[in-house]
């Protein structure tokens, strides 16, 4: 089956410093990636959508320049959270889909980020 | 705009229990429909879905669900709960116009009690 990795599986940072996921398709082409967040205990929260060679699109409310995502090839986008504060901290999963089933996502184990 | 509700925050059944899941779906057309299971710390796990045909899906684990176009739901059921079924559960809606995008429920927590 398909399968998505993301690294690093969980991360600490001290606040101001930026932090980058990635996300990886490891045996398909993802011809599109999304980017979730998910507080505890709460559902997931849909932040952006990314194509390969495009920019992503973000949903209203998520910061463009604070949440910079980057999908430069079919196998691999980067979500990194610049200048991180403790209201960061999150649980950050991707997931993606192939072409011929763009209905269906494949999801990463997601990336816990905590910000010191 | 589409949305999706789960109205049970959290439920506990007995082990060896049956177990329903509810849930119910806004949308104008005929939705894209999953359920996914979560357990903590971890991603998501799609246990079955929903596109068209048969309004009777078979999943994973023993899941199935049931799309009622009338009552707008697609609940999940299981005849017999086991104690690893524990887990965060979450009913998704998707549809695309322009782009295809998946909604999320609020999630159940099932607890499963010896």
């Known amino acids: 089956g398909a399968v998505v990795s993301q690294h690093p599986s969980w991360v600490i940072c001290k606040s101001g410093t930026s932090v980058k996921i990635e996300c990886r398709s490891l045996?398909?082409?993802?011809?599109?990636m999304f980017w979730y967040r998910q507080f505890p205990k709460q559902s997931l929260m849909l932040m952006a959508t990314?194509?390969?060679?495009?920019?992503?699109?973000?949903e209203q409310g998520v910061e463009k320049d604070k949440f910079l995502i980057n999908h430069a090839s079919l196998t691999l986008s980067t979500l990194t959270v610049t200048s991180a504060h403790p209201e960061d901290s999150s649980f950050y999963i991707c997931?993606?889909?192939?072409?011929?089933?763009?209905?269906?996502?494949?999801f990463g184990p997601g990336t816990r980020l905590t910000v010191t | 705009a589409q949305s999706v509700t789960q109205p049970d925050i959290h439920i506990t059944v007995s082990e060896g229990a049956s177990l329903e899941l509810r849930c119910n779906y806004s949308?104008?057309?005929?939705?894209?429909l999953f359920w996914y299971v979560q357990s903590p710390g971890q991603g998501l796990q799609l246990l079955l879905k929903?596109?068209?045909?048969?309004?009777l899906v078979q999943g994973i684990k023993g899941f199935e669900a049931e799309f009622k176009r009338s009552q707008s739901s697609f609940n999940l059921r299981k005849p017999s709960v086991h104690w690893s079924d524990a887990a965060e559960y979450f009913c998704?809606?998707?549809?695309?116009?322009?782009?295809?995008?998946?909604?999320f429920g609020a999630g159940t927590r099932l607890f499963v009690k010896a």
């Open positions: 990314s194509n390969e060679g495009s920019k992503a699109t973000y």
């Open positions: 997931s993606a889909t192939g072409s011929g089933s763009e209905y269906e996502q494949y």
């Open positions: 929903y596109f068209s045909g048969d309004t």
């Open positions: 949308y104008g057309a005929t939705p894209y």
């Open positions: 045996d398909f082409q993802a011809t599109t």
């Open positions: 998704a809606v998707g549809a695309g116009s322009g782009g295809f995008k998946t909604i």
